[in-house]
């Protein structure tokens, strides 16, 4: 089963709106990745937190990463019709050996104009 | 620099063939890992090779088998197919073994079964 659990699945914004996508893990992880796939696409790496609290931005997309290193989320502010896709979160567990990222089903963003 | 290849882009297979995927991962990348994805269960874990060797193995029944060769390129194999192994399939190249390393993926196989 996934052991990593995105909310929401389904995201419908209207462009000019803010909207957040949580990820959430039962088991503490030595780091985070987010990745968009848009559609008919691959997914590419968007950022990684490491740190306990961080926070990274990258325009209109802030990440942060939570203090006990379980859970994580992606917010965008205005966004825009480019946003369209699907954001993935992935992390390691400190428990596993390199390499095993353990993904997240995904949050499927529709941008409506 | 080209990125991660794999081959073909699209198969159709009937149940209880096999099938053979392929992934060239970006030169210098020794590590590459193997994810099935399906509408409304994310990526899947399948496997993950480094300098030849298994290092990591996902919850998947023993049809679905990898290998990795010397210069870094990687197979995967599913014989005797199921319907249910219809998917996208997605290959994942990293720098090394690393811990803090980003995946860069493939464009993927989308595999049909019929």
């Known amino acids: 089963g996934q052991q990593v659990m995105q909310i929401p699945q389904y995201q419908h914004v209207q462009e000019g709106e803010d909207f957040t996508t949580y990820c959430n893990s039962s088991?503490?992880?030595?780091?985070i990745q987010w990745y968009k796939q848009r559609p008919g696409g691959h997914p590419v790496f968007l950022i990684q937190?490491?740190?306990?609290?961080e926070v990274k931005k990258q325009k209109r997309l802030t990440f942060q990463f939570g203090e006990a290193k379980k859970n994580s989320s992606l917010h965008i502010t205005a966004t825009q019709t480019t946003d369209v896709g699907t954001y993935f979160c992935?992390?390691?567990?400190?428990?596993?050996?390199?390499?095993?990222?353990?993904f997240g089903a995904g949050t499927q963003v529709v941008v409506t104009p | 620099k080209a990125g991660v290849t794999q081959t073909p882009r699209y198969l159709i297979k009937t149940r209880g063939q096999q099938v053979t995927l392929s992934c060239s991962p970006i030169?210098?990348?020794?590590?590459v890992s193997w994810y099935q994805q399906t509408p409304g269960q994310g990526l899947q874990f399948l496997f993950e090779?480094?300098?030849?060797?298994?290092?990591n193995k996902g919850n998947f029944p023993g049809r679905f088998s990898g290998r990795q060769f010397s210069n870094s390129r990687s197979e995967m194999n599913v014989s005797t197919l199921e319907l249910g192994d219809s998917a996208l399939y997605l290959c994942?190249?990293?720098?090394?073994?690393?811990?803090?390393?980003?995946?860069?993926f493939g464009q993927g196989t989308r595999l049909t079964v019929v």
């Open positions: 994942a190249s990293k720098h090394e073994g690393g811990m803090n390393t980003e995946a860069f």
């Open positions: 992935a992390g390691r567990r400190t428990t596993d050996s390199w390499g095993k990222l353990q």
């Open positions: 088991t503490t992880l030595s780091n």
């Open positions: 937190l490491v740190k306990s609290g």
């Open positions: 030169s210098g990348h020794r590590s």
């Open positions: 090779y480094f300098s030849e060797t298994q290092r």
